[in-house]
């Protein structure tokens, strides 16, 4: 399966942006970089997906390195309601579009 | 547009006993997913449905669980006999279709086995 690696957790103050980074550095021309959001006790919800160039939506940012090793979401002001586990994940075309769960980065977001 | 299903919320079984989960998925998602997240883990999945077809099962353990979806709708997950090990969250998602779409979670079962 193809990896990725994040940190175990961070924390950011409320209305700061958050920038959580993720490594990928076996990932192919055809791997998309997905992240995924987990709120307690809740299932995940999506948040945002890219394959080569930086994309934005309602709720992050996703920057990709122009080598495609690395990337980075970016939550541009934490809410408490922010606070989760966050998952980066490649979803692999070789092995059926199948996304693969890591342990993810557990955001802390503090008033 | 309702999300995705599940039922039970919680359940308590002891070992050697059996369990049926049930998910309902969104309407007009023809691929489920089915996947056991044990506590402080990501998700593992365990199956795979495209309508009523098996599309990926490989980390499905065949000897106690089984799941079907008839009518390529609603999806049933059974363990038989559960172990203590067995106990996690088992999370129902589905997509519109394989692959590229996203995935849309339940809230999932959370099962204890003592």
């Known amino acids: 399966d193809a990896k990725t690696t994040q940190p175990n957790s961070m924390e950011s103050n409320e209305e700061e942006p958050v920038h959580l980074p993720c490594n990928h550095s076996?990932?192919?021309?055809?791997?998309?970089i997905h992240w995924y959001r987990q709120l307690p006790s809740q299932g995940p919800e999506y948040v945002i997906h890219g394959l080569t160039s930086n994309v934005n939506n309602r709720m992050a940012s996703l920057a990709i390195a122009e080598d495609r090793k690395s990337s980075t979401l970016i939550l541009h002001r934490a809410t408490l309601r922010d606070a989760a586990v966050y998952y980066c994940?490649?979803?692999?075309?070789?092995?059926?579009?199948?996304?693969?769960f890591g342990g993810g980065t557990r955001v802390l977001v503090k008033p | 547009e309702a999300g995705v299903a599940q039922s039970p919320r919680y359940k308590i079984i002891e070992k050697r006993q059996s369990v049926a989960f049930w998910c309902n998925p969104i309407s007009g998602h023809a691929t489920l997913y089915w996947y056991q997240q044990i506590l402080g883990q990501g998700p593992k999945l365990l199956i795979q449905?495209?309508?009523?077809?098996?599309?990926?099962d490989s980390q499905l353990p065949k000897d106690r669980f089984s799941a079907e979806r008839l009518k390529g709708v609603d999806s049933t997950l059974k363990i038989q006999p559960a172990k203590l090990e067995d106990s996690a969250v088992y999370l129902c998602a589905s997509s519109r279709l394989a692959g590229k779409e996203t995935q849309y979670f339940g809230p999932g079962t959370r099962l204890l086995v003592l």
């Open positions: 994940i490649l979803r692999v075309l070789a092995a059926g579009n199948k996304l693969t």
């Open positions: 076996t990932i192919s021309g055809t791997d998309y």
């Open positions: 449905f495209q309508n009523n077809g098996v599309v990926d």
